[in-house]
């Protein structure tokens, strides 16, 4: 199963843009990269996937490097909601195991 | 949002008792998935099943079993129950195919004492 590598805590300004990164160095050429993000006491959502190319929906932005071993969840103007654990995950292919990790602790101060 | 409901959602039970948690989806989902989460660990995967009857183990599967007789139920089933087993259980979905993502239940807080 390929690994996923996220900094354990990041902090960003209310309004602000907000990077967070993600290295797989061992993803495989079938490998989606999956995000997700947890709010306090809920169950995970779904943010964002793609595969080679970057991709945007309401949520977020997804930035893929060219040789796909890191991408980047951008939240294009960060709100006290999107305060969350956000986990970066390349499901299995063919089994569609999903290991999560610990993920990336968001902070939005006001 | 898929259509995904876990039973109970909270449970007080004794150790060394059985317990059983249901995790029921309307959406014909073929892959279904039983995660644990305690503070510090994130979420760990216990079982899933890749269809009805075919299931396999995840990380943290020990003292754990699971069955999945038919396409909208996967029950998750603690044998005798220890305190080391008290955390949230949430229950997951998803469909079939290269672009298809999870959904997650509302989770079953349980608590052994």
């Known amino acids: 199963d390929a690994k996923t590598t996220q900094p354990n805590s990041m902090e960003s300004n209310e309004e602000e843009p907000v990077h967070l990164p993600c290295n797989h160095s061992?993803?495989?050429?079938?490998?989606?990269i999956h995000w997700y993000r947890q709010l306090p006491s809920q169950g995970p959502e779904y943010v964002i996937h793609?595969?080679?190319s970057n991709v945007n929906n309401r949520m977020a932005s997804l930035a893929i490097a060219e040789d796909r071993k890191s991408s980047t969840l951008i939240l294009h103007r960060a709100t006290l909601r999107d305060a969350a654990v956000y986990y970066c995950?390349?499901?299995?292919?063919?089994?569609?195991?999903?290991?999560f990790g610990t993920g990336t602790r968001l902070k939005v101060l006001a | 949002d898929a259509g995904i409901t876990q039973s109970p959602r909270h449970k007080v039970t004794e150790t060394g008792t059985p317990v059983t948690l249901r995790c029921h989806q309307t959406?014909?989902?073929?892959?279904m998935y039983w995660y644990r989460q305690d503070p510090g660990h994130g979420l760990r995967l216990i079982h899933y099943?890749?269809?009805?009857?075919?299931?396999d183990k995840g990380e943290v599967s020990d003292g754990y079993s699971v069955s999945r007789s038919k396409t909208e139920d996967f029950l998750l089933t603690l044998e005798s129950a220890t305190s080391s087993q008290t955390s949230v259980y949430f229950c997951?979905?998803?469909?079939?195919?290269?672009?298809?993502?999870?959904?997650f239940g509302p989770g079953t807080r349980l608590l052994v004492l």
């Open positions: 099943s890749y269809g009805v009857k075919d299931t």
């Open positions: 995950i390349l499901p299995t292919s063919g089994t569609y195991k999903y290991i």
């Open positions: 793609g595969l080679t």
């Open positions: 959406e014909n989902h073929r892959y």
């Open positions: 061992t993803i495989s050429g079938t490998d989606y």
């Open positions: 997951a979905t998803r469909a079939q195919g290269l672009w298809e993502t999870q959904y």
